[in-house]
């Protein structure tokens, strides 16, 4: 049942556009639930496609079509996308002549958009900057790549020119926002609006779920004494799935084993390096959304030691919701928002060791890892959907007057 509540502003609803990519699995229970506001009107707007047939996948090297529904519950419009070669993987990959205006004849007080680094996002974030509709703008880059070198010089002085034109900017966690601020963006136009993901999918029905989870285990030849890790995810440099493998060897852990779920660039090396040794390797194919619940439970521990380009890892969101503790580098985006001590780990990036330290550590009393995954249970829940979009709520709220809205209606 999704929840529902009132805007403060109950005389004039206020009508948010939504401008994203396309159907997005931790996005859509969001805009289902501020669909549900009765001070408030929603149209997401699509610019790559809309969800309602399988789409080539670049990271997992295949087509996927997500087994849940991702586009009920809220009023959604695929804009025409021109582009010779469509998709998020290029500048040029979403081109939507039509965006602009099929946004502004319906109207909005505000647009939120997510992502500039596409042709057509850029363009409709200046031209309604120059239009005077107020744009909430959402992305999570961080700097934790510690990035430097000409280009870099370029484009901060490109992005601090191009952040003057949103109106707010919704900042997910604590990398995001210092993200902003390096780049000259006022704290009072920052609300915080964290990542997050629908707990409850991942959470219930725990029994039922872990019982399932306990038969694939078994299916897989794996004795109950096992401590069991879990890598889950596209198999692609930037995850280093291939340097987890290796920590995985060098541990001193004869208990120890590594399920890989996931297809990739990297799989054919993976695989290799599962046959050489599989007493510690289970290597599994992609998974929908629908077994995804399963798939976390399957292991005690999940680990993503990635080592750029991470700019939260909502896998981590979800296996915590799921009871499992989390390990994660230092360039994880979501690390020092979401792992605390209680529920997990942080290991330096550049320490050559560290990973591997780290793993005997929280693999050495099982028992304390078993509590350690009852308080991952609850920390989920700071980072559920409905804190996201309580937060949107009060940014709105706390930008948008009466008056505003009545000077922009009036104005449209």
């Known amino acids: ?23 997005i699995q931790y996005y859509a229970p969001l805009h289902q639930r501020l669909a549900c506001h009765d001070g408030l009107e929603i149209k997401v707007f699509f610019t790559w496609h809309s969800g309602n047939a399988a789409a080539w996948d670049r990271g997992f090297q295949k087509s996927v079509a997500w087994d849940i ?22 500048f040029f990959g979403l081109r939507n002549p039509a965006l602009v205006e099929r946004v502004l004849a319906w109207k909005p007080h505000v647009v939120h958009l997510t992502g500039w680094a596409w042709h057509s996002h850029l363009m409709a974030l200046r031209a309604f ?63 915080a609006c964290p990542h997050s993901i629908d707990v409850r999918r991942f959470a219930e029905p725990a029994g039922e779920l872990e ?5 694939w285990r078994e299916q897989l030849g794996i004795a109950k004494n096992r401590v069991v890790l879990l890598f889950a995810g596209k198999l692609e440099r930037k995850k280093r799935p ?81 009871g499992r503790p989390v390990l994660v580098s230092d360039r994880v ?28 550590d929280m693999t050495m009393d099982i028992e304390k890892l078993r509590e350690m995954g009852r308080a991952a249970a609850r920390r989920a829940w700071a980072f559920d959907i409905g804190i996201t979009e309580t937060s949107l709520i009060d940014a709105l709220n706390g930008f948008l007057r009466p008056e505003t809205v009545s000077h922009v209606a009036a104005r449209n």
């Open 211 to 215: 019982r399932q989870a306990t038969e």
């Open 69 to 90: 529904p991702l586009t009920e519950g809220y009023e959604s419009e695929l804009v025409p996308n021109v582009a010779p070669d469509p998709g998020t993987h290029h």
């Open 129 to 191: 900057a120059g239009r005077g509709v107020p744009v909430f703008f959402r992305g999570d880059s961080h700097l934790l790549d510690s990035p430097n070198g000409p280009r870099w010089w370029v484009k901060q002085r490109v992005l601090r020119e191009m952040f003057k034109w949103p109106s707010a900017f919704l900042a997910v966690g604590a990398a995001n926002r210092a993200y902003y601020e390096t780049f000259g963006v006022d704290a009072d136009r920052i609300f």
């Open 242 to 322: 291939l340097e987890l493998m290796r920590a995985v060897q060098a541990l001193n852990r004869p208990g120890c084993i590594l399920v890989v779920v996931g297809n990739g660039e990297l799989e054919q090396e993976v695989r290799a390096l599962a046959a050489a040794d599989p007493g510690r390797f289970r290597i599994l194919p992609f998974q929908n959304q629908s077994r995804i619940p399963i798939v976390y439970r399957l292991g005690d521990l999940f680990v993503l030691p990635s080592s750029h380009d991470e700019t939260w890892g909502l896998g981590v969101n979800e296996a915590l919701a799921c």
């Open 333 to 360: 985006g979501c690390a020092s928002d979401v792992v605390t001590p209680s529920c997990g780990r942080v290991f330096h990036f550049r320490d050559n060791g560290g990973l591997v330290r780290a793993l005997e």
């Open 1 to 23: 049942m999704l929840g529902c509540g009132n805007i403060s502003n109950s005389s004039n609803r206020i009508r948010l556009a939504i401008i994203i990519s396309h159907p």
